[in-house]
């Protein structure tokens, strides 16, 4: 099981840190934050979509849920894109 993770940690490592080089509009700065306040403040916004991106047995073993999140596969995380509207709010949360 370390095996993995750290091939997905280097493997994602691949993917994330060209990405957010300056000029690409990627880098992690860009991207907003929100506060669990906030977001409990946003929760009855149906224009908001809220992924759950926990591992599959995480998910399915968790008593505690957000409510209206959607269940999103993280090893699908390239077709999270083609999946939901652009012009939304997407959160994505795993813990």
Do not use: F
Not at 9 to 23: D, H, M, Q
Not at 63 to 92: F, T
């Amino acid at each position: 099981m370390k095996r993995y993770y750290a091939t997905m940690l280097v493997l994602l490592a691949t993917l994330v840190i060209p990405a957010a080089r300056p000029g690409t509009g990627l880098a992690g700065s860009d991207v907003p934050r929100m506060t669990v306040d906030d977001l409990k403040a946003r929760l009855d916004d149906p224009d908001l979509i809220i992924l759950d991106v926990r591992q599959d047995n995480d998910w399915a073993s968790s008593d505690s849920k957000i409510r209206y999140a959607i269940y999103a596969d993280p090893r699908a995380y390239d077709e999270w894109g083609a999946a939901y509207p652009k012009h939304q709010p997407i959160v994505l949360y795993c813990a």
